[in-house]
């Protein structure tokens, strides 16, 4: 059977309208492509250049002067072809007055006519290339537009012998020249290319005498016979397979490709006993296969006999492929069952080209989820200058209006699939842009739009098939509550005047401002890992929050002991990891009494343990810590007391410690893993550069942090601080022997500049805060990568815009918006009730505490009642249907719902501690309302979660970064290849209906045999074959995955065989959601493995035999010819 392309390479773009074509008008269409047109094209700048297309390799050809090909592209890699009125490179050079100059040209002139102007989308990465090109004629254009997306279907149809064809021209074509001949110093040349290495020159000569090669030149016809010698050479072995076992034939010389046929009943006797397949009864149609890969035309009769080389040319081809294609149809029968019931194909940040942090939005990227058959897009809106905009708020990425986006959707929402789309919104617009959000909506998807139920009385979601063609918006909705909250509500508010603690400070704020709360609370900062002071007002369901109180600071000095070799901060599973430190630095070093380390307490807030090596075990003794009119002490017994911890320390190196038993000096010290010392200053960088500066201040998400970093031009530096969220560099040299800052500051030392601004506001906006140190990058990464405790606060969650008018006035730090946020409570941090508000991601935006346990409790009751009484337009609310987003944390989410919710969930939540939730819930939750796990916000790369957790738990929308190459999309590609790639693939029975049973379990013994035209990286690879079966559901890993051995300089033709290379049985305890995924990869000694191609397939789609695995790139875009040859035996458990 013939591999099906994917349904986004199957749409025929702009050629509705045209018809179905005769063979006459194709055969015009394509020879005036070949005969080549000129047009404008516009890349760099705009030339012009004949356009052709060479059929022998399938190929675009720009040709310039002298007929010289500039460039060529792939038909193979063609993905669309665009008519655009205003498409950037045509919109670029149309602003540009300077090209208006060079050709003369009016503006008005100038402006493209949207019929002759068109783009082709091409290449084998999430983004795609583009070739813009402005034709002479509309009829010209028409002519590109309809032959181009003929060639583009054909070359997806293609057998395998006629890509063979065009692939062995493009490598004669060598550097873009057509030439019907190479010679054997070109032909050496170009095996690293195919490649292969070969024993020696005289073998190359050898096989120039065997095709019949003159004077050492190959025409094109030898040139293919030394290609099939090539390609047999190491692989003739795998004739044996077939010589024993059922329906076992002979073949009596095995020395040549051409020496010994296979005949047509021998071949139809394997395809029914090896390959189990039914429909070779059929002798026609056996024949039908037989002709394709037969290049005699003399041997195509009635009764058509193989070559050998034929016969391993078909084991290798796409038309033997391991993957079933019924299994890529669509049934529309079962497109009929309610949303929930269906996996739905999901994207997370779809706006985003790259990472989390710095990449590009583009609309383009909703195109290319769109056309890989994703369902359910992300728009985070914002609130822009003059009209919504698309970005990941607060960070570096940038931003796209939201109008460009919905259009861009409009277009291409139902090309590849027409089963709904959901527009899944993150709203971070005010109400005003909401309206604006709403009207754009309306204007763009016009009746696409789903604003009513189909069935107002229906208890379940209708089926994809009901609402084909159907935009549907995931968004919050008003309740009644919130409706009569909005009408004017404002019982239990207290008047502004009641206030006068704070105000005396601030001064008075606006008089029609009415209050809820003040007071002071005590807010946690994770970067210090302490507890701040903070006067806090609650005004208008916002916490507003002043700069931290330094009334309660420690005086200069009392943090000296954080540059201090022997202070170990704060340490995982605190008294137990000093404990064993300290065992194993005394133990192999004779350890003397007194050897000692300090570390923060992991039970008491901002006090100390110093753990003491005596008698040959280690004690742990608490440092206490207090503070007065400003003023800290550390003491052991609180007889003596001491400024600093450094002073404590020296003191008792000096003197006896009297104390619970002791009688000792402090001695030596357990000093801390790559401990900077105070001369090397963590926020100091010699050798970082301004990027990665960036990086490193993103990563800390708090206006003041900062680093100072060497500049290449000798005695100049940069200080990099984060203000407002935005990251500002300011230039700092030398000069007189002062380091000068901004042109206004100096300082004899980069201490004191930091010191000064630690104290004083800088350039009168911040202080320097949070000296962002490589140990604090790092703890800040590994926090929440070991933990998953969403410990780091992201600043563009907690920290919102504050307005000029807020009740703390200019001393206002930042402001969380209690009506958007979830709220806890729990003791942690040492303190026996803290409130934790958390934003509907469920990542943490602030945590404070109280002095006073009472006065918690209260400020915990007023935020209760207001929280997730979130401002939404009542325009937005309208067209909400049947994807009303909720607020609920993990444990009430699955008590009381309806059909028309979705709750969303992190990647984690599912599987973190404290989880009480059993699997059968929120599969009982699944079968009648949707849900949505998305990433973790920490993943700033833009990787991927594991999404078969979620899809066993029924989860309809494991939301993925596609712009991501990984596993996980593999994972994500290989199910929604299902059911025609329409983005829908319903869940099997026993997740739908409680009373069916899982299906038994299954076995499937795999063996990788061999392979054939693997993608090589530039130079001649040594690859090997891992298999696993996804996702593992033991303990040990090897019963879930196995590797080939590694061949050396060998991608052409490689082959693994005998008892190294055993098979293996993968047991399959769900088989509905299994996965087998191969995975070349290139290996050496020296380096860690490269992944050069995959293919995977989800197990009850996988067909037995001798069977060609076609491999995809990491993109999971199909590989020109490139395959394995395994052997699958199901196996009856």
């Known amino acids: 059977m013939i591999c099906a392309p994917k349904l986004e390479d199957s749409v025929i773009v702009a050629s509705n309208e045209r018809g179905e074509l005769t063979e006459d008008e194709r055969s015009r269409i394509i020879e005036h492509l070949q005969k080549g047109t000129e047009m404008m094209v516009y890349q760099q700048r705009a030339e012009r250049f004949t356009v052709q297309v060479i059929m022998e390799t399938m190929q675009v050809a720009l040709i310039g002067s002298r007929d010289r090909i500039v460039k060529v592209l792939d038909i193979f890699e063609l993905k669309e072809l665009r008519q655009w009125e205003t498409f950037q490179d045509f919109q670029r050079f149309n602003e540009s007055s300077t090209f208006r100059k060079i050709f003369g040209l009016s503006e008005k002139e100038v402006q493209q006519d949207s019929k002759t102007c068109f783009t082709i989308f091409y290449g084998s990465e999430f983004m795609l290339k583009s070739l813009s090109l402005n034709a002479d004629s509309v009829e010209d254009a028409e002519k590109w537009l309809t032959g181009l997306e003929l060639l583009r279907q054909e070359t997806l149809a293609a057998h395998t012998p006629e890509i063979i064809e065009s692939w062995l021209r493009k490598k004669m074509y060598i550097d873009n020249t057509k030439k019907n001949s190479i010679t054997l110093k070109e032909l050496k040349s170009l095996l690293p290319q195919m490649n292969i290495t070969v024993p020696d020159g005289r073998f190359l000569e050898e096989r120039f005498v065997e095709v019949g090669a003159k004077d050492y030149v190959l025409d094109f016809q030898q040139f293919h016979k030394f290609y099939d010698l090539l390609i047999f050479e190491n692989q003739e072995v795998l004739l044996e397979e077939f010589e024993k076992g059922p329906a076992a034939f002979t073949i009596s010389n095995t020395n040549r490709p051409e020496s010994s046929v296979l005949p047509l009943s021998d071949f139809q006797n394997f395809l029914l006993y090896r390959q189990k397949e039914t429909w070779a009864k059929n002798l026609n149609k056996v024949q039908e296969l037989m002709t394709i890969f037969i290049n005699d035309t003399m041997r195509k009769t009635d009764y058509p006999k193989f070559t050998i080389g034929e016969f391993l040319s078909f084991l290798f081809s796409k038309e033997n492929s391991i993957w079933d294609e019924k299994f890529s149809e669509i049934c529309p029968l079962d497109m009929n069952n309610p949303l929930s019931h269906y996996w739905i194909n999901s994207s997370h940040n779809t706006y985003l080209t790259g990472d989390q942090m710095r990449s590009e939005s583009s609309t383009e990227a909703y195109v290319r989820c769109l056309r890989l058959g994703c369902r359910c897009i992300e728009l985070d809106c914002w609130n822009g200058r003059d009209e919504p905009v698309i970005y990941h708020g ?13 259009k861009a959707i409009n ?21 005003t842009q909401q309206k604006v959000i709403a009207q754009m909506l309306k204007d763009v998807f016009q009746d696409k739009l789903l604003t009513k139920p189909l069935d107002p009385e229906a208890k379940h979601l209708p089926s994809p098939n009901q609402l084909k063609g159907k935009i549907i918006i995931k968004h919050q909705k008003i309740s009644e509550s919130d409706h009569t909250d909005k009408q004017g509500n404002t019982a239990g508010k207290s008047k502004l005047n009641s206030f006068k603690n ?26 210090h890992m302490r507890f701040y002071k903070h006067d806090c007002v609650i005004s208008d369901n916002k916490l507003y929050y002043s700069e931290e109180k330094e009334e309660d600071s420690p005086k200069e000095g009392s943090d000296l002991h954080l540059f201090e070799p022997w202070f170990h901060g704060r340490m995982a599973k605190g008294r137990i990891t000093a404990k064993r430190l300290l065992h194993d630095f005394c133990k192999g070093r004779n350890g003397k009494d007194g050897t000692f380390l300090v570390r923060e307490s992991d039970k008491f807030i901002r006090n100390y343990s110093i753990s003491i090596w005596t008698r040959r075990r280690v004690q742990h003794y608490r440092i206490f810590w207090s503070s ?36 000792l000096h402090l001695k030596n010290f357990l000093p801390r893993l790559n401990f900077v010392s105070h001369h090397q200053l963590g926020w100091f960088y010699s050798n970082l550069s301004q990027a990665k500066a960036e990086e490193y201040l993103l990563r800390i998400p708090r206006d003041g942090a900062f680093l100072i970093r060497q500049r290449e031009e000798p005695d100049t530096f940069e200080l990099s601080v984060r203000v407002e969220g935005v990251i500002k560099h300011y230039l700092i040299y030398r000069y007189n022997g002062k380091y000068v800052l901004a042109d206004i500051y100096e300082f004899f030392r980069l201490e004191d500049m930091v010191s000064c601004f630690r104290e004083q506001l800088f350039i009168g906006k911040i202080k320097l805060r949070y000296p962002v140190t490589p140990q604090l990058v790092e703890r800040i990464c590994m926090e929440d990568l070991l933990t998953c405790d969403g410990e780091l606060y992201s600043e563009v969650h907690m920290v919102g815009q504050v307005p000029e008018d807020n009740p703390l006035g200019h001393q206002c730090k930042g402001v969380v918006d209690i009506s958007k946020c979830n709220v806890a409570r729990n003791a942690k941090y040492g303190r026996p009730l803290v409130v934790t508000l958390l934003n509907k991601e469920n990542v943490k935006l602030i945590e404070f505490t109280c002095e006073i346990l009472e006065q918690v409790e209260e400020w915990y009751q007023i935020i209760e009642k207001m929280e997730n009484k979130t401002k939404i337009a009542v325009e937005m609310s309208d067209m909400v249907v049947y994807c009303q987003s909720i607020k609920k944390t993990l444990n009430t989410t699955f008590e009381n719902y309806n059909c028309k919710e979705v709750r969303s969930f992190k990647d984690d939540d599912f599987t973190k501690k404290g989880n009480e939730v059993k699997p059968d819930c929120i599969l009982e939750y699944n079968r009648i309302a949707l849900s949505r796990v998305y990433p973790k916000g920490f993943r700033v790369d833009s990787s991927n979660f594991d999404p078969c957790p979620s899809w ?70 040594s690859p090997f074959v891992k298999v696993e079966l996804l996702p593992y559901t033991g303990a040990r890993v090897d019963d879930y995955s196995f590797k080939t051995t590694f061949l050396n300089d060998n991608g052409l033709n490689p082959v693994w065989l005998g008892p190294r290379n055993p098979p293996k049985c993968f047991e399959v305890d769900e088989p509905d959601l299994a996965f087998l995924c191969f995975e070349v990869s290139e290996g050496d000694a020296f380096s860690d493995p490269k992944v050069l191609a995959q293919a995977t397939f989800p197990v009850r789609g996988i067909r037995s035999g001798y069977r060609s695995v076609p491999l995809k790139n990491v993109f999971s875009e199909n590989l020109e010819l490139a395959s394995l040859l395994v052997h699958v035996e199901h196996v009856e458990v």
């Open 952 to 1021: 066993k738990l029924g989860c309809q929308m494991a939301a993925l970064n596609f712009q991501t190459a990984d596993k996980f999309m593999w994972l994500n590609s290989a199910l929604f290849s299902l059911n025609g790639g329409t983005g829908y693939v319903l869940k099997p029975e026993w997740m739908r209906d409680p009373t069916k049973k899982k299906p038994s379990k299954q076995k499937i013994r795999i063996r990788v045999i061999a392979a054939r035209h693997l993608p090589n990286s530039e130079h001649i690879i």
């Open 502 to 527: 704070v105000f005396k400070k601030i001064g008075k704020p606006k008089e029609n401002m009415v209050l809820e709360k003040e007071g002071e609370l005590c807010i946690w900062d994770p970067i």
């Open 628 to 663: 007065e009119n400003g003023h800290a002490s550390f003491f052991l017994t609180s007889k003596q007391c001491f400024p600093s911890m450094c002073a404590l320390i020296e003191h008792y190196r000096q003197n006896l410690i009297e104390y619970d038993g002791l009688n």
């Open 411 to 431: 277009d291409h929402a139902f090309i590849t699939s027409e089963y709904p789309v959901v527009l899944s919104i993150e709203e971070h617009c005010d109400t």
């Open 394 to 406: 607060g960070t570096m990425t940038s931003k796209i209006k939201f109008k460009d986006a919905v």
